[in-house]
């Protein structure tokens, strides 16, 4: 979920919430830059700023500066000597309170964050207030103004399967950063419900779904139908433009897959660049589930370049 809509309903249900984001890092910590908080007078809070120590001081110190609304401010805190964490870096945390009255305001930057033709820029003044503006995307910064994003980028990756370990890498996928396009020729194979952030797609031409694809997705490729699987690779590697293609099964499998595409004329370098078997194949648990976990494992590791 996005923050600005946790902030938006942390205040519909308790009238106040605190909005605690990491604004600078120097050396080693827990979270990065722009990591964030929802807190609420209760004491319930959403997100995370890295756990430990450095969390809960503060939740303690956004409730007190709730009880009293403190206007926008920052605490900085050495994890070693301030904190006593083992990480040795230091934060400077923003803290700044919400009540009802800003609920409009915190609408419309939740549309923002949710909004691609839409950005959300912020900037400080001289007195430490945050001020916040939507505009169109693109738009040119203002001096001192920077853009707030605090959902990572998602990358979008194109599932090709509606199977077992489709499904389980579907639910796999959802708390993560990727916009699943989950495509099958079988409709019926669809659950009813699925995650926010998967687009069931039943069409009769799995493989022309490539083609309209954004160069940088991921492709990962399990459908019920060797065939079908071979085609959407070679479709995959002929464009050349997908940094990660991945097929599920065996050794053997990607060596016959090798063969057959030699035959479609794909060149050896692209071929040499599928990912087959995909996910842990020292993991010797066949369950769709834990096929799931390695393999959303290895997405995460391709997304950031490991």
Not at 102 to 113: G, T, V
Not at 191 to 209: F, G, I, K, R, S
Request: hydrophobic share 45%; with cysteine; glycine share 8%.
């Amino acid at each position: 979920m996005a923050a600005f809509r946790q902030l938006h309903e942390a205040v519909e249900a308790e009238g106040f919430a605190a909005f605690v984001t990491i604004a600078q890092v120097e050396g080693s910590a827990p979270r990065e830059r722009d990591a964030y908080m929802v807190v609420r007078p209760s004491g319930a809070f959403h997100g995370t700023i890295g756990g430990g120590a450095l969390e809960f001081e503060a939740i303690a110190h956004a409730r007190e500066a709730l009880a009293r609304m403190a206007p926008a401010h920052h605490r900085s805190r050495s994890l070693g000597p301030d904190l006593g964490q083992c990480c040795g870096g230091r934060v400077r945390l923003r803290i700044e309170c919400f009540d009802s009255k800003a609920l409009p305001d915190i609408a419309r930057w939740a549309q923002a964050e949710r909004d691609p033709d839409l950005r959300l820029l912020m900037r400080e003044d001289a007195q430490g207030a945050v001020l916040r503006r939507v505009a169109d995307h693109p738009a040119d910064l203002h001096p001192g103004e920077a853009e707030e994003r605090y959902a990572p980028p998602t990358t979008p990756l194109l599932l090709f399967g509606a199977g077992h370990v489709g499904r389980a890498l579907v639910l796999a996928l959802a708390p993560l950063p990727f916009a699943v396009r989950w495509i099958d020729p079988r409709a019926d194979w669809f659950p009813a419900l699925t995650p926010a952030n998967a687009q069931p797609v039943a069409t009769l031409d799995p493989v022309a779904e490539l083609n309209a694809a954004p160069p940088g997705a991921f492709v990962a490729v399990m459908t019920h139908s060797h065939p079908l699987d071979l085609d959407i690779v070679a479709r995959a590697l002929q464009l050349g433009h997908f940094p990660y293609v991945g097929l599920i099964g065996s050794a053997t499998k990607r060596a016959r897959f090798e063969s057959r595409l030699r035959d479609l004329r794909v060149e050896a370098e692209r071929i040499a660049g599928l990912v087959c078997p995909i996910g842990a194949p020292r993991v010797r648990d066949k369950t769709p589930a834990v096929i799931a976990a390695t393999v959303a494992a290895e997405l995460l590791q391709w997304r950031d370049g490991a």
